[in-house]
């Protein structure tokens, strides 16, 4: 970044960020358990149109708001629409930033322990049925990692590293999708790994119902990092002559691609270590990639050696590590840039400050999984279900908020900003855009994804909370 406001030093700096942020967790920790949770192949299909037809104009909505106004969300739609229902969904963003990352940062915890397990000799014993368990059960244990994942991120959002980072995002991504190919290249050469292909691609039509449809939705908005302002913020540092239409296409597609490749390993792993699992048996839960990556890796130690599949396995594990830390970057630069922007704090005490606050929610996710009573059964829904506290925070914020920050954010397009003055920001940095069949494309659609999003969210939050089903 450089200049009074700063901007991206190039259009390869934008796309790294917004793909950085865009590609971690969620790719391949949430989307190999949602496609599980989900009937496999017809969740992956509604995934993909979810994500190309509702997502990517809102991907590039967020971006356009971003450049236009050269502000934090909730700057940003305070210019553009003051005192109206959308300044609301400025601030619902910051929220979410600020909750999102409680869980996130324990989850991510969770994968830099597991680093460290197989760094000092594990890899067997973390192979064992039930270890997960006992890994996320040990209190002590998953504060610390949580608390260093969480100094991490505050140290970079601080100390402004980002160049660094920049420069290992560089190396480091190339070398997360070569390490996916390759195990994915070795589990399709096991036994069953076809049965695990076939409900991974061969999509049954019949299992697309309003649940899966809602959870596609949900998890598309997160792997995006969308309907939170983390593009608007990122693209509020995007130059005018880039084409940001490019720029948001490219990081849609990289983002889905690492999703489906995570799948497509893990799935088939499922298939080869668990043969006896059918789509009925199929694990789902937040333990899916611990419990079978390690006996990915112990199988392969009987072809290649402990030592070296140990040293495998840990370094999968550390660039996971670094695409979450990517990911809690842009996740804590929102809730900061708002107290910097609209608060006049100092950067540094703000990221700090925030950073201990997420901290203490965060202890609340650790105990969520065994270690106390009261945040493993930490709430009833009226439908009964009984959640723990991670999940209540990811269903509220995750499942329910993101699609809700979508519905506001392309409502605001549609009905306050207008489709004109969308397309003239897009237009900039994008010749001969006013007048063609993208733009008309674009302009239909964005009127389509509120009506879309509103539907989904209100179905998600009865099925979710009231195990309404309406459709
Ligand atoms: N997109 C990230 C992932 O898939 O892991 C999660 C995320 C990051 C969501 C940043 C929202 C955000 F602002």
Request: proline share 3%; net charge neutral; aromatic share 14%.
């Amino acid at each position: 970044m450089n200049q009074a406001r700063g901007e991206w030093s190039s259009r390869f700096g934008f796309i790294l960020a917004a793909a950085g942020s865009a590609i971690g967790l969620g790719n391949i920790w949430g989307f190999p358990i949602m496609t599980a949770k989900n009937g496999g192949a017809a969740f992956v299909f509604v995934y993909l149109i979810l994500t190309f037809v509702v997502c990517f104009p809102v991907v590039m909505t967020e971006i356009a708001i971003g450049r236009h106004t050269a502000k934090n969300p909730v700057g940003a739609f305070n210019q553009l629409a003051p005192k109206s229902i959308f300044a609301f969904a400025g601030k619902l963003g910051v929220l979410c930033g600020f909750m999102i990352l409680s869980f996130y940062v324990v989850i991510a915890g969770w994968v830099f322990g597991y680093f460290v397990e197989v760094v000092s000799g594990g890899l067997q014993r973390l192979a064992q049925d039930g270890e997960f368990g006992n890994f996320v059960a040990n209190p002590y244990k998953n504060l610390m990692y949580t608390g260093l994942f969480m100094l991490a991120t505050v140290g970079i959002v601080v100390g402004g590293v980002r160049d660094g980072i920049e420069r290992w995002a560089r190396m480091l991504m190339p070398t997360l999708l070569i390490m996916l190919l390759a195990l994915i290249i070795y589990v399709m050469t096991l036994e069953n790994a076809g049965k695990g292909l076939a409900f991974y691609l061969i999509p049954d039509f019949s299992k697309i119902t309003v649940p899966v449809v809602n959870s596609a939705l949900s998890q598309a908005f997160f792997s995006l990092s969308l309907g939170m302002g983390a593009l608007i913020t990122s693209g509020s540092y995007v130059s005018k002559k880039d084409d940001i239409i490019a720029s948001g296409f490219i990081v849609t597609v990289l983002d889905s691609s690492i999703a489906l490749l995570a799948g497509l390993l893990i799935i088939p792993a499922i298939f080869t270590l668990a043969p006896d699992t059918t789509a009925e048996t199929i694990k789902a839960g937040p333990g899916l990639i611990f419990e079978f990556l390690p006996k990915v890796f112990m199988n392969l130690a009987g072809d290649v050696g402990y030592f070296f599949a140990s040293f495998l396995a840990a370094f999968f594990f550390l660039l996971i590590s670094f695409a979450a830390l990517t990911s809690t970057i842009s996740l804590l630069e929102v809730p900061t840039s708002w107290v910097v922007d609209e608060k006049k704090i100092r950067r540094k005490k703000a990221a700090v400050l925030i950073g201990v606050v997420i901290f203490i929610i965060a202890t609340g996710s650790v105990l969520a999984s065994g270690a106390s009573d009261f945040f493993t059964h930490f709430i009833t829904y009226p439908s009964g279900a009984d959640k723990d506290f991670l999940s209540f925070v990811a269903d509220v914020f995750f499942e329910m908020c993101l699609p809700l920050g979508g519905f506001l954010l392309s409502a605001f397009a549609a009905f306050r900003w207008k489709t004109h003055n969308l397309s003239k920001e897009i237009a900039v940095g994008r010749e001969h855009y006013i007048g063609s069949v993208l733009e008309k494309w674009l302009n239909f659609v964005i009127y389509l994804c509120p009506v879309i999003i509103l539907f989904i969210f209100v179905n998600t939050v009865l099925a979710k909370l009231f195990d309404i089903v309406l459709f």
